[in-house]
């Protein structure tokens, strides 16, 4: 049976929207040690490359830390912005929508001195022959299946309806 432009339409939709979200990778920050001090979060990003659309995701148990996105300046200084608020739920994800250097820290007194603070650099989308990131955590793991598994949901239903 041939294809209508209606159910085309959707299908291209669809695949339009879903597409770079599972392509993205999510990193848990610290992967099992989470967000906490003493952590070398510089050895924990070396190896990683960070794209635009990926997401970072701040796990710590609430109350404990938080997370500033800030700038070079207040990252070596510890310095926390006066003008922002936090993140603070303990599951706090972070989109990395532009490409450059990204600074974060937890603002809670002397955290950051105790090597919780993360510096990354995010590149723009990743090309198509790009090598394969590094393997994901179980919570990565956990966050791809449920999105692929929705992606095969809708395209299963779709192929229901052009049938």
Do not use: E, R
Request: charged share 10%; net charge neutral; hydrophobic share 45%.
């Amino acid at each position: 049976m041939a294809i209508s432009a209606s159910h085309l339409f959707l299908f291209l939709s669809i695949v339009s929207i879903f597409a770079p979200s599972a392509l993205a990778t999510n990193y848990t920050v610290g992967d099992d040690a989470g967000w906490n001090t003493n952590v070398n979060y510089t050895a924990w990003a070396q190896g990683k490359t960070f794209y635009v659309g990926d997401f970072l995701i701040f796990k710590y148990p609430a109350g404990d830390h938080n997370v500033y996105k800030v700038n070079a300046s207040d990252f070596q200084n510890c310095t926390v912005p006066a003008d922002q608020t936090p993140f603070s739920t303990g599951n706090d994800p972070i989109f990395l929508a532009k490409s450059g250097k990204k600074w974060y820290i937890c603002g809670k007194d002397g955290h950051c001195g105790q090597s919780q603070k993360l510096v990354i650099t995010v590149m723009d989308m990743a090309p198509a022959n790009s090598p394969a990131p590094p393997p994901p955590s179980a919570a990565t793991k956990a966050v791809l299946s449920g999105q692929i598994g929705f992606v095969v949901v809708v395209l299963a239903i779709l192929g229901m309806m052009m049938a």
